[in-house]
Nanobody, 126 residues
Framework: QVQLAESGGGAVQAGGSLRLSCAASGGTFSSYAMGWFRQAPGKEREFVAA????????TYADSVKGRFTISKDNAANTGYLQMNSQKLEDTAVYYC???????????????????WGQGTQVTVSS
């Protein structure tokens, strides 16, 4: 069983940057695709970005494409979400998640993800 722990959240001004980390333990991190999701107050959880088990294939929500970068360091058992040019609408609790994978493109649907972290708050202000 994989345990995930997010860190790096906080408050940032619009236009600023934050980097979230997702530390994995208890499993073989390289066997999992990793995704980031977010949930704003009063809204449903939404997909942000995902990376394949190898770290090569990546996919992004249209709302963050060109601003956010997902990466995965299997040797360090850690995933990352670099968030640049942040907007007010990026304010949310961000969750990392792991999906068992045999390879190929990472899934975008939350139902594919078996393990989830507790979340970290990101607040963007003007």
């Amino acid at each position: 069983q994989v345990q995930l722990a997010e860190s790096g959240g906080g408050a940032v001004q619009a236009g600023g940057s934050l980097r979230l980390s997702c530390a994995a333990s208890g499993g073989t991190f390289s066997s999992y695709a990793m995704g980031w999701f977010r949930q704003a107050p009063g809204k449903e959880r939404e997909f942000v970005a995902a990376v394949s088990r190898s770290g090569v294939l990546k996919t992004y929500a249209d709302s963050v494409k060109g601003r956010f970068t997902i990466s995965k360091d299997n040797a360090a058992n850690t995933g990352y979400l670099q968030m640049n040019s942040q907007k007010l609408e990026d304010t949310a609790v961000y969750y990392c998640a792991a999906a068992p994978s045999s390879g190929g493109a990472p899934p975008r649907g939350a139902t594919y993800y078996v393990y989830w972290g507790q979340g970290t708050q990101v607040t963007v202000s003007s």
